[in-house]
């Protein structure tokens, strides 16, 4: 299997819609690599390749490398454009990172021992608000995920953005912004059952 954070990626010259149109008629995604003090560059690459490496959750957490026309770059994804449908890749961002400095990227949650919950186990139900979060660290220390635990959470609880494990150097953009941006990330509702039981 090819190494899902490689991009290979050649140049092209020309920039605007019908020259992305004409990649596309190709069989390959128009791109551009932009940041980290160096050029523009635009850039086309394999539909079928790019599809592949989307399908791992990983590549949108990780640094990247960007091959082009034999050399690399370091680089996170920023932006995929789909078409409506979602199968289709119409359009990459990447970024380039320098190693030393921080930068700001979205890592998923994943929610753990859910079954276990105690308000789940008496009925309630799991609504999760978020199923991402943007955090601002070092590119050497971007987690691939976040876990949330749902274990002791009872039926009318919430976790917060400020509950969350963050590994060490890892912050969270929202909580930068002050105590009304801490969001609730998943909460236990009691089931329409439960509250049927509860008016009888």
Same mark, same amino acid.
């Given at each position: 299997?090819?190494?899902?954070?490689?991009?290979?990626?050649?140049?092209?010259?020309?920039?605007?819609?019908?020259?992305?149109?004409?990649?596309?008629?190709?069989?390959?995604?128009?791109?551009?690599?932009?940041?980290?003090?160096?050029?523009?560059?635009?850039?086309?690459?394999?539909?079928?390749?790019?599809?592949?490496?989307?399908?791992?959750?990983?590549?949108?957490?990780?640094?990247?490398? %960007?091959?082009? &026309? /034999? #050399? @690399?770059?370091? +680089?996170?994804?920023?932006?995929?454009?789909?078409?409506?449908?979602? !199968?289709? *890749?119409?359009?990459?961002?990447?970024?380039?990172?320098?190693?030393?400095?921080?930068?700001?990227?979205?890592?998923?949650?994943?929610?753990?021992?859910?079954?276990?919950?105690?308000?789940?186990?008496?009925?309630?139900?799991?609504?999760?608000?978020?199923?991402?979060?943007?955090?601002?660290?070092?590119?050497?220390?971007?987690?691939?995920?976040?876990?949330?635990?749902?274990?002791?959470?009872?039926?009318?609880?919430?976790?917060?953005?400020?509950?969350? %494990?963050?590994? &060490? /150097? #890892? @912050?969270?953009? +929202?909580?930068?912004?002050?105590?009304?941006?801490?969001?609730?990330? !998943?909460? *236990?509702?009691?089931?329409?059952?439960?509250?049927?039981?509860?008016?009888?």
């Amino acid at each position: 299997m090819s190494n899902i954070f490689e991009f290979v990626a050649i140049k092209r010259e020309k920039s605007g819609t019908g020259a992305a149109r004409g990649v596309r008629r190709g069989g390959s995604v128009p791109a551009v690599l932009y940041g980290g003090g160096g050029t523009v560059q635009l850039l086309s690459l394999n539909h079928n390749e790019v599809i592949k490496h989307l399908n791992h959750e990983a590549v949108y957490s990780h640094v990247l490398d %960007v091959v082009i &026309d /034999g #050399v @690399s770059e370091k +680089a996170i994804l920023k932006d995929v454009q789909r078409e409506p449908a979602g !199968v289709k *890749i119409l359009h990459l961002d990447f970024l380039r990172v320098n190693m030393n400095e921080q930068v700001r990227v979205h890592v998923p949650l994943h929610f753990i021992n859910e079954d276990k919950s105690i308000g789940v186990k008496k009925g309630g139900v799991a609504t999760h608000s978020l199923v991402d979060v943007e955090i601002v660290t070092l590119p050497g220390k971007i987690p691939d995920f976040l876990e949330v635990n749902l274990t002791n959470l009872d039926v009318g609880q919430s976790i917060h953005l400020s509950d969350l %494990v963050l590994p &060490d /150097g #890892v @912050s969270l953009i +929202a909580l930068a912004q002050g105590s009304d941006h801490d969001l609730p990330v !998943v909460s *236990i509702l009691p089931s329409r059952a439960s509250k049927e039981d509860t008016a009888e």
